[in-house]
T-cell receptor, first 116, second 113 residues
Framework: ETGVTQTPRHLVMGMTNKKSLKCEQHLGHNAMYWYKQSAKKPLELMFVYNFKEQTENNSVPSRFSPECPNSSHLFLHLHTLQPEDSALYLC???????????????FGEGSRLTVL | AQSVTQPDIHITVSEGASLELRCNYSYGATPYLFWYVQSPGQGLQLLLKYFSGDTLVQGIKGFEAEFKRSQSSFNLRKPSVHWSDAAEYFCAVGKNSGYALNFGKGTSLLVTP
């Protein structure tokens, strides 16, 4: 496989469920990201990991819990979500400028989450 | 802080007509600028990028963009639009940290026959 792969592509969950989104990159990049894309809103950066270390958390509610076990894998654990959390969750990776890269992001196709 | 403004929320063009999508940025130093395209239900695909050098950059699918420092702009152009170009277009600027990108709100392009 190549690029950035996200699973599942679609997820429907109740507010009391616990689920996880998975992202895997096959590009050898050092940084990985979670973005949230809601209708009629700009892309919202949620979390950034660089060499497995979290470098940014943009005031994301604790019901979203990221995990980055290595530079190739990124998870977003979901629990007790609200209907307003329904959105497209996009994972991306990059070779950052400080890692001798140009910083462009490579995106997965996203996980469409619906919270009932 | 870096920011990006895309003034046009929706644009409609006829197939075969030329296209220009506007992007203005706010950044204190030389920015890293990007244009991405997103088809419905898909992730974002990079069209082109600018870091330095020639201010006119060529991208995929026949797109180009011109960096104008004096106007803080990085507008995307295409001489002749195809129906398959209908999509959402996002301009983005690289942050100081060199990590995440800041995105504009996007411009939705509709192509009519």
């Amino acid at each position: 496989e190549t690029g950035v792969t996200q699973t599942p592509r679609h997820l429907v969950m109740g507010m009391t469920n616990k689920k996880s989104l998975k992202c895997e990159q096959h590009l050898g990049h050092n940084a990985m990201y979670w973005y949230k894309q809601s209708a009629k809103k700009p892309l919202e950066l949620m979390f950034v990991y660089n060499f497995k270390e979290q470098t940014e958390n943009n005031s994301v509610p604790s019901r979203f819990s990221p995990e980055c076990p290595n530079s190739s894998h990124l998870f977003l654990h979901l629990h007790t979500l609200q209907p307003e959390d329904s959105a497209l969750y996009l994972c991306a990776s990059s070779q950052t400028r400080t890692g001798d890269g140009t910083g462009e992001l490579f995106f997965g196709e996203g996980s469409r989450l619906t919270v009932l | 802080a870096q920011s990006v403004t895309q003034p046009d929320i929706h644009i409609t063009v006829s197939e075969g007509a030329s296209l220009e999508l506007r992007c203005n940025y706010s950044y204190g130093a030389t920015p890293y600028l990007f244009w991405y395209v997103q088809s419905p239900g898909q992730g974002l695909q990079l069209l082109l990028k600018y870091f330095s050098g020639d201010t006119l950059v060529q991208g995929i699918k026949g797109f180009e963009a011109e960096f104008k420092r004096s106007q803080s702009s990085f507008n995307l152009r295409k001489p002749s639009v195809h129906w398959s170009d209908a999509a959402e277009y996002f301009c983005a600027v690289g942050k100081n940290s060199g990590y995440a990108l800041n995105f504009g709100k996007g411009t939705s392009l509709l192509v009519t026959p």
